[in-house]
């Protein structure tokens, strides 16, 4: 009974991988679309503003370079971005 428990775990391990990529490739990267609507805007800036108060500096959407803080540095990725209109998913 525990091996057949451990083979269906196992199998839905790897079909919920399966799907984790394929949900990761339809999402094409964009340097500094925090808010993930497809383009750079001052929407983004708006929206840094209020995710680094509210994370109080701590990880948030906006922590794009993933240091772990939203501080300065993200909101460069956001405003060396801007006006950029992201690769559209598959
Ligand atoms: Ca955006
Ligand atoms: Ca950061």
């Known amino acids: 009974m525990r091996r057949l428990a451990c ?3 196992k ?8 799907v984790l990529v394929s949900i990761l490739a ?13 383009i750079v805007d001052r929407r983004d800036v708006a929206d840094y503003d ?3 108060d509210l994370s109080q500096g701590q ?4 922590d794009l370079n993933l240091d772990g803080v939203t ?9 060396g971005n801007l006006r950029h209109k992201c690769p559209k998913a598959k």
């Open 7 to 9: 083979r269906r775990t």
């Open 11 to 18: 199998a839905n391990y790897r079909e919920l991988s399966k």
């Open 26 to 38: 339809s999402q094409p990267e964009c340097d500094g679309d925090g808010n993930g609507d497809g």
């Open 50 to 52: 209020l995710m680094r």
């Open 59 to 62: 990880s948030s959407w906006y």
């Open 71 to 79: 501080d300065s540095s993200d909101l460069t990725i956001v405003t």
